[in-house]
């Protein structure tokens, strides 16, 4: 079977896109889609980018100004099921021997580690807090460098011609990862008093307390994806899906809170 799908790279969004509502064609460098018909000139992908504020904690004790990208694509063809939206990223490196190790299975596993255990594990370098004096968790580099943007379900615009029949695709983050993986993360041992949230984690877990509960590692999919490293350093990840209905031709757009920091590495959308 043809695999049709269309990836863009939003690595430049939020810094060459207009601001919403204006919307302008995202250069063809970084565009590529395969599908059965042709993509008409008129309906190459645009972009565009604006900010919103998304609150974090039970009660939103947390605020974060969040860049969003807007993509809008067409689809020439009806596709699926099954319908897949990965992230693709280019040099990043989780085959690094020091980084592919970073972990400990049985604090994922739930087990109670305390410090003394945690310094000698492999977690190094992000074993212990320095300033609270309390064990990362999750600890160690992988779990630390999370990807944490944030893809929502595509919309298809305009299917009778007017604004208000946009329909949404509607995707899951559930069953994203191996079945098996889930057996690797259980419920925590730990109490929000013992243990610190990763550095990378403080803008959604500024502290573990009642407002900021421990994050569940064994239904979190997302974390399951991430955790499982890639062997070279461009590869995809599942973020969503839909196996039930078919993404029918039209116009979409996807908003992606572009939350993950840039370095050296390219973000890409494939769907």
């Given at each position: 079977?043809q695999?049709?799908e269309?990836a863009?790279e939003y690595q430049?969004?939020?810094a060459s896109a207009p601001?919403?509502p204006?919307?302008?064609p995202?250069?063809?460098?970084?565009?590529t889609?395969?599908?059965?018909?042709?993509?008409?000139?008129t309906?190459r992908p645009t972009?565009?980018?604006?900010q919103?504020?998304?609150?974090?904690?039970?009660?939103?004790?947390?605020?974060?100004v969040t860049n969003v990208?807007k993509l809008?694509?067409y689809i020439?063809?009806?596709?699926?099921?099954h319908?897949f939206l990965?992230?693709?990223l280019?040099?990043?490196?989780q085959?690094?021997?020091?980084?592919?190790?970073?972990?400990?299975?049985a604090?994922?596993s739930?087990d109670?580690?305390?410090?003394?255990s945690?310094?000698t594990s492999d977690?190094?370098?992000?074993?212990?807090?320095p300033i609270?004096?309390?064990t990362?968790y999750p600890?160690g580099?992988?779990?630390?460098?999370l990807?944490?943007?944030?893809f929502f379900?595509?919309?298809?615009?305009?299917?009778?011609?007017?604004s208000n029949?946009n329909?949404t695709?509607?995707m899951?983050n559930?069953?994203?990862?191996?079945?098996?993986d889930k057996?690797?993360?259980?419920?925590?041992?730990?109490?929000v008093d013992q243990?610190s949230?990763p550095?990378n984690?403080?803008?959604r877990y500024?502290?573990?307390?009642?407002?900021?509960?421990l994050?569940?590692?064994h239904?979190f999919?997302?974390f399951?994806?991430?955790?499982r490293?890639a062997?070279?350093?461009t590869?995809?990840?599942l973020?969503?899906?839909n196996?039930q209905?078919?993404?029918?031709?039209?116009?979409y757009?996807?908003?992606?809170?572009d939350?993950t920091?840039?370095?050296s590495?390219?973000s890409?959308?494939t769907?």
């Open positions: 079977m695999v049709q269309i863009i430049d969004c939020t601001l919403y204006d919307f302008s995202v250069p063809d460098s970084h565009v889609s395969y599908f059965k018909n042709s993509t008409p000139a309906s972009w565009s980018r604006n919103t504020t998304v609150t974090y904690g039970l009660n939103g004790e947390a605020s974060v990208c809008r694509f020439p063809d009806d596709v699926g099921p319908v990965y992230y693709r280019t040099n990043f490196y085959n690094h021997r020091r980084y592919v190790k970073s972990f400990d299975q604090q994922l739930g109670f580690r305390s410090n003394d945690i310094r977690c190094d370098p992000l074993r212990i807090d609270t004096n309390k990362y600890c580099l992988i779990a630390n460098s990807f944490n943007d944030t379900s595509p919309v298809l615009l305009n299917p009778q011609r007017t029949d329909t695709y509607q899951t559930q069953g994203i990862a191996w079945p098996s057996d690797l993360y259980k419920n925590t041992s730990y109490t243990v949230p550095p984690w403080r803008l500024p502290t573990y307390n009642a407002s900021f509960p994050p569940d590692l239904t999919e997302e399951h994806v991430w955790m490293t062997g070279l350093p590869f995809s990840k973020a969503l899906r196996d209905d078919v993404m029918t031709s039209g116009t757009e996807v908003d992606i809170y939350c920091p840039r370095h590495h390219v890409h959308f769907c």
